[in-house]
């Protein structure tokens, strides 16, 4: 009987205690050690992200760091979803 109160105690403890601090919007807190972002800082900026694309060698076999083969990409090549199968669980 004891531990079924105790578990109730906890339960409403935590439960009460998972909303904290969650209303309106939620932004993030000003720097503690250094002063806070200008107004400028704080506005998304919307610039294209240049990405270094490496070439691939055909005639090489890539090694991930736990000895397994990564596969080369193959762009050009549509990905058939309907002929893929249901995994079981395990």
């Known amino acids: 009987m004891k531990t079924a109160i105790k578990t109730a105690i906890a ?3 935590l439960a009460s ?3 904290c601090g969650l209303r309106g919007d939620l932004e993030r ?3 503690i050690f250094s002063d806070p972002p ?3 800082a704080k506005v998304p900026v919307d ?3 240049q990405m270094a694309v490496a070439a691939i060698d055909d005639d090489r076999v890539y090694i991930n760091t736990l000895g397994g083969e990564i596969p080369k990409p193959v762009p050009d090549t549509e990905v058939e979803e309907d002929s893929m199968g249901e995994v079981s669980p395990g």
């Open 29 to 31: 807190p000003p720097p």
């Open 11 to 13: 339960f409403a403890t």
């Open 17 to 19: 205690l998972a909303g």
């Open 47 to 49: 610039v294209p992200i």
């Open 38 to 40: 200008t107004e400028d």
